[in-house]
């Protein structure tokens, strides 16, 4: 005698589902078209937060799943809700977020007709196809396990991303008998990992162990493969180093562990690169012309890349190209080395000294370094930093902040989208509450945002925002200022009272005025483990831009720590 499947609703399945597949927190808004999804959730006890806004519920999922590797969910409604999160899933996409947004859809009757019913969308699946990995409907309830899983599925193999799935609301609303069960180890992705070509793995190895002064440059596609990595770089004595997404990989701390302006110093003498999980935009965008595409590199070191996108080996090709997951990857590389008599190539004084001029440069990035300096000091190793967009943000992608842990430095990567921070800092918090979580963010960035203060307020999400009040978008400013004859338009702020706004919304806030005010307020609101604002008054135009340590086609400086000859821009405020 077979045993019938439970009667639910097919929003209940999809929570089911999604469960299944290791899904216990959900950031959501609710709405008519999902509101049985939203029935599901309470009846299952997963964890929901609420956000203001649709996009900090796309943002927040993204925090989540940058910090952790596992996948973020979220659930809007269709239409102008899943349009609101655009530009997180363009951020997701762009920083190998694996997410998965569960959304509604007009009734069945009404698909394609556009008869204008609510949140009705030409095409909401191919629209969304255009921002990210794939978008699909469970179009009968009863499949529903098969579509979330092979949706998760999808986010988090291959090079990871988001995914949405929609069901339209009369399915969602209705009961059918629908099976939910385990993801009968689909959570698994090992058979999803392409199968590593040897000869690819033996020509790499062989450039390596020719190299004399190496160095690997890791993405976000590394950072599951810190100790891997490690193991490698130890073994070859390379510098490993990185823009954004795959900083902390090593330890900045390591002798191994160089930031952008250590790495800039030591680039002119690598003669292998070795490319893990990264599209290598620092060396070959931002240190060259970033106005004119290069398919492969011109000159400077032999490059290897390790990727598991294939097709990232022909939009920039290297001399060799591994496709493989990256852990793997290197314990082959590991195997090959070390059992061919690899030893480390000793250019360490070099690589220490590179460090020690970057430290000294970076003292004239003011007063941007001593504000991270102050906050460096006094974030544990293992806690969260999630920079804005801002002075202060630009000037941490330099080494200024040192990054000491994997995954502990959550970046918006190349979209580069003002206002992601501060939402997506909530999500990293969520989903590490027991970690220090600091979203350092501008006053332009933050007000994309701030209603989410009543989101922190709400669920008592302990993030501390330093925010850095210039009264200005202060890029905007600055280039307006040198490149157009100071003719400023649209740059400058009138800002409320940040300190009172936080405080109406049950947020504790502070003023401070200098970085040792900054340290002991920041030191203060952790210990409280409240969230919290502290607000750094800056005078607008004083900051020192960082663009010249980010844009260096030349060396940093000489050995001797002489002039800067960086980027051939002006170190100014």
Request: hydrophobic share 45%; proline share 6%; aromatic share 6%.
């Amino acid at each position: 005698m077979s045993i019938r499947a439970p009667k639910i609703t097919g929003g209940r399945a999809l929570v089911e589902a999604a469960r299944a597949n290791g899904a216990r927190t959900v950031f959501a808004l609710p709405g008519a078209q999902i509101y049985p999804l939203f029935d599901a959730l309470h009846a299952t006890g997963t964890q929901l937060i609420v956000p203001r806004h649709e996009q900090a519920a796309a943002y927040m999922a993204m925090g989540y799943a940058k910090s952790t590797g596992r996948t973020g969910v979220f659930a809007v409604v269709p239409g102008p809700g899943v349009l609101n999160t655009a530009a997180a899933l363009c951020t997701a996409m762009g920083n190998c977020a694996p997410l998965v947004c569960l959304t509604g859809q007009v009734p069945s009757q009404f698909l394609g007709k556009g008869r204008g019913h609510l949140h009705e969308l030409a095409d909401q699946r191919a629209t969304l196809r255009t921002l990210i990995k794939d978008a699909v409907r469970v179009d009968d309830a009863t499949d529903t396990m098969a579509v979330v899983t092979r949706a998760f599925r999808t986010a988090r193999s291959g090079r990871p991303g988001p995914v949405a799935v929609e069901m339209c609301w009369d399915v969602m609303a209705a009961e059918a008998e629908i099976a939910i069960g385990a993801a009968d180890g689909t959570t698994n992705d090992d058979e999803d990992e392409p199968a590593p070509d040897l000869d690819s793995i033996d020509a790499a190895a062989a450039v390596l162990r020719g190299a004399r002064r190496p160095m690997i440059m890791c993405g976000a596609g590394a950072q599951h493969a810190a100790a891997e990595v490690r193991e490698l770089a130890e073994l070859l004595g390379a510098p490993v180093t990185a823009f954004r997404s795959g900083r902390g990989i090593v330890p900045e701390d390591h002798p191994l562990g160089v930031a952008a302006v250590a790495a800039r110093e030591l680039w002119d003498g690598v003669d292998v690169l070795l490319g893990i999980g990264s599209r290598l935009e620092m060396p070959y965008v931002r240190w060259r012309d970033p106005m004119r595409y290069e398919r492969e590199p011109v000159g400077g070191p032999t490059l290897i890349r390790i990727d598991v996108d294939p097709a990232e080996m022909e939009r920039f090709r290297p001399h060799v190209g591994v496709v493989a997951d990256a852990a793997t990857a290197c314990r082959l590389l590991v195997d090959r080395l070390a059992g061919g008599g690899a030893v480390a190539r000793g250019w360490s004084d070099e690589v220490a000294r590179a460090k020690l001029v970057a430290r000294g440069l970076l003292q004239r990035l003011q007063p941007q370094t001593a504000y991270l300096e102050a906050i460096r000091a006094v974030v544990p190793r293992d806690g969260f930093l999630v920079p804005e967009l801002s002075q202060a943000g630009f000037a941490t992608y330099t080494g200024a902040y040192p990054v000491l842990e994997p995954r502990t430095y959550v970046s918006e990567g190349y979209q580069g989208t003002l206002g992601f921070g501060f939402p997506t800092a909530l999500g990293v918090k969520v989903a590490n509450p027991d970690k220090a979580v600091v979203s350092i963010t501008g006053d332009g960035g933050f007000a994309f945002g701030l209603q989410e203060l009543a989101t922190a307020a709400q669920y008592r999400i302990a993030v501390v925002t330093i925010l850095f009040n210039n009264r200005s978008y202060g890029n905007v400013l600055r280039d307006q200022e040198l490149s157009f004859g100071g003719r400023t338009i649209g740059c400058r702020l009138d800002n409320p009272d940040f300190v009172k706004l936080a405080e109406s919304f049950g947020v504790d806030a502070v003023r401070v005025r200098d970085p040792s005010a900054l340290r002991g307020a920041l030191d203060r609101a952790l210990a409280v483990g409240r969230p919290a604002l502290l607000e750094v008054e800056i005078e607008p135009g004083t900051e020192a831009s960082p663009w010249p340590f980010i844009h260096m086609r030349s060396r940093p400086t000489a050995m001797d720590g002489g002039s800067a000859a960086i980027a051939g821009s002006k170190l100014r405020p």
